[in-house]
């Protein structure tokens, strides 16, 4: 499975940005039976969970997110989404997404700047 993120870019503080996960190579049943997850990893910090999306379309988020962000996926496309509001300036990061477990191969995310 290859992970392909996109939809990163530069943007002010207040606004906002649609990410965009597709798990290309995968087999439908494969990324529809697995939970998925999106990460982020800041300059000098640990990759983070900040929101996940059961098979179910359950959802749960980090608290520094919640409320601002939405993860959804449309399985028919094999592709996770991350909505993104009122982004702030500690939002910057690269943005990554994997299943549940993080066992797929890591793509190399999307780079997402917030300037204040």
């Known amino acids: 499975v290859q992970l392909v993120e996109s939809g990163g870019g530069l943007v002010q503080a207040g606004g906002s940005l649609r990410l965009s996960c597709l798990a290309s190579?995968?087999?439908?049943?494969?990324?529809?039976?697995?939970?998925m997850v999106w990460y982020r990893q800041a300059p000098g910090k640990q990759r983070e969970l900040i929101a996940d999306?059961?098979?179910?379309?359950?959802?749960n988020y980090a608290d520094s997110v919640k409320g601002r962000f939405t993860i959804s996926r449309v399985n028919a496309k094999r592709t996770v989404y991350l909505n993104m509001n009122n982004l702030k300036p500690e939002d910057t990061a690269v943005y990554y997404c994997?299943?549940?477990?993080?066992?797929?191969?890591w793509g190399q995310g999307t780079q997402v700047t917030v300037s204040s």
């Open positions: 999306i059961s098979t179910g379309g359950s959802t």
């Open positions: 190579r995968s087999i439908l049943s494969d990324f529809s039976g697995s939970a």
């Open positions: 994997n299943r549940d477990g993080g066992d797929w191969s």
